[in-house]
């Protein structure tokens, strides 16, 4: 990150307190990332590091378009050439940008192999999730599962708007659905999978601290919860190791811990 920053005359910081904040540094960095190979740099070093804590799969978002050369396919071609991990890829959408930039990101996924998704990230406050029905209507069309984020540091709505109008298959985060009772019990109910990413939320202010991070009523609300990383680069993380200085979050009880894990195992859109 420093180095494309720094090739680019850019500051080089790390410095966010806020999901607006991370935002900004995320759009910085990713406006540099503008030369072949770049793309595939970042796959490869994010599997050495993943393979290193013991990942033998995962999904990925990834920002594309507006590149003068094909960069997702770079992205794909990269990780089908590693022997020791298996990436999926979603196509993640910025939600401050117009909807017609959305389509341009979708049609660039058009008949590129391992892309299983379509997601939607960014500042959630002022950006909600209904103005992105029609797209996200194309691309289930097109066979790609419904990924959005939401209920990070908007409320419960972001999530009901992910879910009525995304038809979400998965929420990322979601972990605001705690300031609602009825909407915890809808997405049991539903089976609606939540990706929580506890560092980060503790990170950005969505929760004052792993002891206090809603992760335990998520998963006593019945919520088939997975753990996750968020962006490892940034927040200094990894899924294996201890998550934060401070401790862990809450710990379900062994049994409850592998039905979760095979519960979202399930969930997995690997094709």
């Given at each position: ?30 406006a540099t ?13 994010y599997c ?98 419904s990924m ?124």
């Open positions: 990150m420093e180095e494309f920053l720094t090739r680019s005359a850019l500051p080089v910081s790390r410095a966010f307190s806020d999901l607006n904040s991370f935002v900004d540094l995320y759009g910085r960095v990713w990332i503008t030369r072949p190979g770049d793309y595939a740099r970042i796959v490869r070093e050495e590091d993943a393979v290193r804590v013991g990942i033998r799969y995962a999904e990925v978002h990834i920002t594309t378009a507006a590149r003068p050369f094909p960069c997702l396919l770079e992205a794909v071609e990269t990780a089908s050439k590693q022997r020791d991990i298996v990436l999926r890829f979603i196509v993640d959408i910025p939600r401050t940008f117009p909807i017609e930039v959305g389509f341009a990101f979708l049609e660039g996924s058009k008949g590129v192999p391992d892309v299983v998704g379509i997601g939607l990230g960014g500042s959630e406050q002022g950006y909600p999730p209904e103005p992105f029905e029609p797209l996200f209507a194309e691309a289930r069309y097109r066979g790609l599962h959005p984020h939401a209920g990070e540091d908007a409320g419960p709505e972001s999530i009901r708007g992910a879910i009525n109008a995304l038809k979400a298959e998965r929420i990322m985060h979601g972990v605001r659905a705690v300031d609602d009772p009825t909407l915890l019990s809808e997405l049991a109910a539903q089976g609606v999978p939540l990706a929580v990413c506890p560092t980060s939320n503790v990170l950005l202010g969505v929760a004052p601290s792993l002891e206090e991070h809603p992760l335990r009523r998520l998963w006593e609300a019945g919520i088939i919860v997975s753990i996750n990383t968020d962006d490892p680069g940034f927040f200094d993380c990894n899924l294996t190791g201890r998550v934060h200085d401070s401790g862990s979050p809450p710990r379900p009880r062994p049994r409850r811990l592998r039905a979760t894990c095979l519960e979202f195992r399930r969930e997995f859109f690997r094709t």
